[in-house]
């Protein structure tokens, strides 16, 4: 996870999250991991946890979805920064796994931005980009943006601006447009209201995910509160095969 992310990757993951995978399969409740009433409302954190009350904005049709969150049975809302190298990885793993489900329909996918601006100085711009080619080519051509642009970035700030016109054009769409869109700073405000969504919702460090089942969010935290980060693919294939069977 990014910002403690060289403590955070060296944490013992095949120890914790077996009983977290059982804990939200007997009842979406307690121990590590931390729930809210509704997703609407704030909940409290889990005992020992070190994190305040915290508010995920409910899915709406503004949001970058892929599958759908009314019929599904686990919603994944993943919050993330083009630039972090985690998040990167992270991108691979959900791709895959929803991939395995979307047949099923039990499953839903949520981007949305939480670019670490004191790191990741390039990253605004990058989620800019995105948000220009879904308005210019729809959600798919935003997944599809999306992807490429994780594919291509070297992370940590390493991406030439310039490639983002590359990727748009990759992904079908008018250059020109795409051009006139990124450099006019449109969605400049929105990333920005993205940003501090995702703090509200818990977001100290990037990757973060949210499952929410039943209108109830279930943040991916450990003991202590704090998010779990980029959680390798066994991981978390077996927290949503656990939650979808």
Known sequence: MQNNEQTQSRMSLQTMIIPIAIIIAGGLIAGGIYMTGTSQKAGTAPLGAQKANIVVEPVTTADHVLGDPKTAKVTIIEYSDLE????????????????????????????????????????????????????????????????????????????????????????GLDSKAFKKCLDSGKYAMKINEQIMAS???????????????DGKNVPLVDKDGNGMGALPYPQMKQIIDQLIK
């Open 84 to 171: 972090c190298p985690f998040c990167k990885t992270y991108h691979e793993t959900l791709s895959k796994i929803y991939d395995e489900n979307k047949a099923s329909g039990k499953l839903a996918w949520v981007f949305r931005h939480a670019p670490i601006v004191e790191l990741h100085s390039k990253a605004p711009k990058e989620a800019e980009a995105t948000e220009c080619a879904a308005e210019l080519g729809g959600n798919a051509v935003f997944w599809k943006y999306l992807s490429e642009l994780f594919a291509t970035t070297p992370t940590n700030n390493g991406l030439n601006q310039e490639k983002l016109y590359e990727i748009a054009s990759n992904s």
């Open 199 to 213: 703090k509200k919702a818990g977001v100290e460090g990037t990757p973060y995910a949210v499952l929410v089942m």
